[in-house]
């Protein structure tokens, strides 16, 4: 009987396919419902001192991560000692703390499966914990102990240095390093932001140096804490409060003022002689910063232009003419100070010149007359639904939300951002790349052998040539 039953749902199942042929599916022409997502939302708690925290529960895997952004970075570096932040942030964690010699808080780590990280970029230091939360009270020991007690032991800054000096030594190696970084110095002229350590800063930078920087950046009124993963919100912020909120910072808070950018348009050529068979280009000039009223026209131009596989400069220089591998563009949004707009790729010496003006007049382009209908669609429809990839882990979530208030965005800025995303139009995009992009002001660096470009770089205006050191 049962075998009667089996035979006669298997007969039901195969008659489709002999009896009625189904129509073939177009994947053109498949719909869905509209993608929906909400953002989980942390909480913000102060701990006794003022200092605040972003709580964000997940007991899916038994793993806390705590991080602290801090408000510090190379662009308080004096000029003399560049490269300051840059090793004060990578010895905090490296060079062992008060209670523990490197080599012992190494062990520790290790044998608990944590971790334990720092490092101080532009405008940000970040120190971060990782571990399993039955660890969590002495994970959370040490990551305080890093924070605010650091040792940096003299022989491990002196291997920072070593390495330091070693990076410096072979930035020149990589032709993409060259271009990126010599960019950077011409748009940033005359600002921490263009400023580069050398040998000479990072010779002059001592241990006290290191010491002293710590002190001055790294307080509890000066950074704001996340936790998220696996923990109990009670007793995380008890010990948050005797490990962090009992720490009283020393005086009154006071961050060096930094000079805003000067916003200038003025043209350069830059040549780096370098015996290499592909040129390396990069172009560009100062950008907006995130409280532009472009921003969200921006962010749909950059990707209609050169931040997709189907922008405009990928679809011509790498599909159509094949010419490159690789090229795109994209305006670094400004946080503390003016961003950027640059565009890059590399292609071999006897297209340079063509290339350059290639990515000129698609760039150009934008400017002239409105993006299609379907640009458009594309680049909103793309931008709204890969939001969603922002937020994968608890611990992307609640950085998210803590960077809106570290670099002061508005409250909504993250639950608004889709549908300002999605009220963008192409006269908006007309405008915006208008206003914002500057052919006539681009600083150009190109990188490779000039005996063997299709034609002059003089093509493009006066060239400056750049000594590699």
């Known amino acids: 009987m049962t075998f009667r039953i089996?035979?006669?749902?298997?007969?039901?199942?195969?008659?489709?396919?002999?009896?009625?042929?189904?129509?073939?599916?177009?994947?053109?022409?498949?719909?869905f419902a509209p993608l929906s997502f909400t953002i989980p939302k942390s909480e913000r708690v102060l701990l006794n001192n003022g200092t605040p925290v972003y709580l964000l529960q997940d007991r899916e895997l038994p793993?806390?991560?705590?991080?602290?952004?801090?408000?510090?970075?190379?662009?308080?570096?004096?000029?003399?000692?560049?490269?300051?932040?840059?090793?004060?942030?990578?010895?905090?964690?490296?060079?062992?703390?008060?209670?523990?010699?490197?080599?012992?808080?190494?062990?520790?780590?290790?044998?608990?499966?944590?971790?334990?990280e720092s490092s101080f970029g532009s405008d940000m230091g970040t120190v971060s914990l990782t571990g399993l939360s039955r660890n969590l009270e002495r994970g959370l020991q040490l990551f305080s102990e890093v924070l605010f007690h650091p040792?940096?032991?003299?022989?491990?800054?002196?291997?920072g240095k070593k390495q330091a000096l070693e990076a410096i030594r072979r930035r020149n190696d990589d032709p993409k390093e060259i271009g990126?970084?010599?960019?950077?110095?011409?748009?940033?002229?005359?600002?921490?932001?263009?400023?580069?350590?050398?040998?000479?800063?990072?010779?002059?930078?001592?241990r006290t140096d290191l010491q002293q920087f710590h002190t001055r950046y790294v307080r509890p009124d000066n950074m704001i804490l996340t936790v998220s993963g696996d923990f109990d919100r009670k007793e995380v912020l008890e010990l948050l409060n005797r490990l962090i909120g009992s720490v009283k910072p020393a005086g009154t808070l006071q961050l060096p003022a930094i000079p805003p950018v000067t916003l200038?348009?003025?043209?350069?050529?830059?040549?780096?002689?370098?015996?290499?068979?592909?040129?390396?280009?990069?172009?560009?000039?100062?950008?907006?910063?995130?409280?532009?009223?472009?921003?969200?026209?921006?962010?749909?131009?950059?990707?209609?232009?050169?931040?997709?596989?189907?922008?405009?400069?990928?679809?011509e220089i790498r599909t159509n003419q094949g010419l490159a591998y690789h090229v795109g563009s994209h305006f670094d949004v400004g946080r503390r100070f003016l961003g950027s707009f640059t565009a890059q790729t590399e292609t071999r010496a006897?297209?340079?010149?063509?290339?350059?003006?290639?990515?000129?007049?698609?760039?150009?382009?934008?400017?002239?007359?409105?993006?299609?209908?379907?640009?458009?669609?594309?680049?909103?429809?793309?931008?709204?639904?890969?939001?969603?990839?922002?937020?994968?882990?608890?611990?992307?979530?609640?950085?998210?939300?803590?960077?809106?208030e570290f670099y002061g965005y508005q409250p909504d800025f993250l639950d608004r951002y889709r549908e300002r995303i999605a009220a963008v139009t192409r006269e908006d995009l007309l405008r915006a790349a208008r206003t914002h992009l500057r052919p006539d002001a681009f600083k150009l660096v190109v990188v490779g052998d000039q005996q063997a470009f299709d034609r002059p770089l003089a093509t493009f205006g006066t060239v400056q040539t750049i000594k590699l050191q």
Request: hydrophobic share 45%.
């Open 264 to 315: 200038q348009f003025s043209p350069a050529v830059l040549y780096a002689p370098k015996q290499v068979n592909q040129s390396v280009i990069r172009l560009g000039h100062l950008g907006i910063s995130k409280d532009d009223p472009d921003l969200y026209a921006i962010r749909v131009l950059d990707f209609i232009l050169g931040g997709s596989f189907t922008s405009r400069l990928t679809m």
């Open 63 to 116: 793993i806390v991560t705590v991080s602290a952004m801090i408000r510090t970075g190379s662009v308080y570096d004096p000029k003399a000692k560049s490269g300051l932040a840059m090793l004060t942030g990578a010895q905090l964690r490296n060079g062992g703390t008060r209670s523990l010699a490197p080599a012992a808080l190494d062990d520790e780590l290790e044998f608990m499966a944590s971790s334990v």
């Open 350 to 404: 006897d297209a340079t010149a063509r290339v350059i003006g290639l990515m000129t007049s698609i760039i150009e382009g934008v400017r002239k007359e409105p993006v299609t209908e379907q640009e458009l669609h594309l680049a909103k429809e793309s931008i709204v639904n890969s939001f969603l990839f922002g937020f994968t882990t608890p611990a992307s979530i609640v950085m998210q939300q803590a960077r809106l």
């Open 6 to 31: 089996l035979l006669i749902l298997c007969l039901l199942c195969i008659a489709p396919l002999h009896g009625l042929a189904a129509e073939p599916i177009n994947p053109r022409s498949m719909t």
């Open 151 to 159: 040792r940096f032991d003299d022989k491990r800054f002196q291997q």
């Open 180 to 206: 990126d970084r010599e960019l950077a110095k011409a748009i940033y002229a005359n600002h921490p932001l263009g400023q580069e350590p050398n040998a000479a800063s990072v010779n002059a930078i001592t």
